[in-house]
C-alpha cells in the first residue's frame, strides 16, 4: 500500500508541529528547594569530576561565612582539595533546603568526601571515609537567574554522626 505525497506531508508536518509545540511548552520551573537541593548535587558532583569552574561558579561574589571566608578563601581551598584529589566521591547526605524567598533558600547537608569506588552512600565503607562536614548555608538567585551560596558554616563531623 502507497500513501499519496499529500498525506504523508501532511503526517510529517503534524509530527513536527507536535514537537515544536512540546519543545516550547514552558516547563513548570522547580521549587526553591528542589532548585537548591538539585544545585548543592551539581556541586558535589562538580568537585567529584575535579571542575574548579563550575564549583567556583555556585558561589557567589557576595560570599562570607561565620569562619570569616570570602569567595577568594573558598576558591583557594577548593584548589586545594580538589587539585590534590584525595578523594574520589564526594556523597551528599541529609540533604534539606528550605524556601524563605521566591529567590532566596537555606539548605543543611552533611558532605561524605571518600576514598571509595562506591557508586551509593550505602555501599561505602566506614573506613573509606577521608572527611565529613555539616555545611548549613543560604543561595540565592542571582540576576544571571544562577543560584549561588552566599553564606554558609561548616564543622567536621565524627564518625558517629556519619550514618
Do not use: C
Amino acid at each position: 500500500m502507497t500513501l499519496p505525497a499529500g498525506r504523508v506531508l501532511g503526517v510529517v508536518l503534524a509530527l513536527a508541529a507536535a514537537g515544536l509545540v512540546l519543545a516550547l511548552w514552558p516547563s513548570k520551573e522547580p521549587g526553591v528547594p528542589e532548585a537548591i537541593e538539585r544545585r548543592v548535587r551539581e556541586l558535589a558532583h562538580a568537585a567529584e569530576e575535579h571542575d574548579l569552574g563550575e564549583l567556583n561558579d555556585g558561589v557567589s561574589e557576595r560570599f562570607h561565612s561565620r569562619e570569616g571566608w570570602g569567595k577568594d578563601e573558598v576558591r583557594r581551598v577548593f584548589a586545594a582539595q580538589v587539585l590534590r584529589a584525595e578523594w574520589l566521591r564526594v556523597f551528599v547526605a541529609d540533604l534539606h533546603a528550605e524556601e524563605a524567598s521566591p529567590t532566596r533558600g537555606t539548605f543543611r547537608a552533611k558532605l561524605l568526601f571518600a576514598r571509595s569506588e562506591a557508586k551509593s552512600l550505602e555501599g561505602l565503607s566506614r573506613d573509606a571515609v577521608t572527611s565529613a562536614y555539616l555545611i548549613e548555608g543560604t543561595f540565592e538567585r542571582e540576576q544571571d537567574g544562577t543560584w549561588r551560596v552566599v553564606e554558609a558554616r561548616h564543622r567536621a563531623l565524627g564518625a558517629s554522626e556519619l550514618f
